[in-house]
């Protein structure tokens, strides 16, 4: 059997989950969710929710995390991949990405620093992801590896719509069981969801949360000033609803 194996690279609080949820209603996929936080929170000095059940849930060596994750042997045509832009950091070689179909989820900096701050109070902009995204997909166009831009507020926007040309995209077919899902906790969510997942398990298809227009927290006016940089030349390659 030939295997889609379709890579989610994306920031946080950015519908990445209802994303996987979405994935994992096909009948002809398989999920994992964030095969790389422990790898990541084993290799920076930085403190997350969670953190001791992180790294004792998932293998540290990226070489374990590929070959139990990425390049698992799956009984179905897809298997699906989200992970955070940031647990990338410091991989030297990248080789690996060129086998697979990437994706990469953006969200509009002001929306995605307000959400995330809720949780972690001071982020920086290694912690929202979006430069290092831009950094992976200029690594990527420079290798000549297509990929695909989502931006969370086109899907949000028609989700049948952008679904059927991210399929379209992947060399999938589409399947409207992408569009819901059942509420409530996963069997495949990552032992951090307690601390992330709360919104998204009360959802059970892609909408607008009430949370999404909460204020702006003005002290990282900074931090959105840098983010909007590389989230406006990612969005010029998103696709539209």
């Not at 831009?134 to 989502?150: A, I, M, P, R, S």
Request: proline share 5%; glycine share 4%; hydrophobic share 35%.
């Amino acid at each position: 059997m030939t295997n889609n194996r379709i890579n989610l690279i994306s920031g946080p609080r950015n519908i990445s989950t209802a994303l996987m949820y979405s994935f994992a209603n096909r009948p002809d996929t398989t999920v994992v969710d964030e095969p790389m936080y422990a790898y990541y929170l084993d290799h920076v000095d930085i403190d997350h929710p969670g953190k001791s059940e992180i790294l004792s849930s998932l293998p540290r060596r990226l070489e374990d995390v590929l070959d139990q994750y990425f390049f698992q042997e799956i009984s179905v045509p897809n298997l699906f991949i989200k992970g955070m832009a940031h647990h990338y950091e410091g991989i030297e070689d990248l080789s690996f990405l060129t086998r697979l179909k990437n994706i990469f989820l953006i969200r509009h900096p002001e929306q995605l620093i307000a959400s995330f701050a809720q949780v972690i109070h001071e982020p920086v902009i290694r912690d929202i992801g979006i430069k290092h995204e831009y950094e992976l997909f200029c690594h990527l166009k420079n290798q000549g590896v297509d990929t695909v831009v989502l931006d969370s507020n086109e899907i949000l926007l028609d989700p049948s719509k952008v679904l059927h040309e991210l399929c379209h995209a992947l060399n999938i077919d589409f399947d409207v069981s992408m569009l819901n899902w059942d509420t409530g906790k996963k069997a495949y969510d990552g032992v951090w969801a307690p601390y992330w997942y709360e919104n998204v398990w009360k959802s059970n298809c892609f909408k607008k949360q009430k949370t999404s227009s909460r204020p702006f927290p003005q002290r990282l006016s900074g931090l959105l000033e840098e983010a909007n940089q590389y989230y406006n030349l990612l969005s010029e390659q998103s696709l539209r609803a």
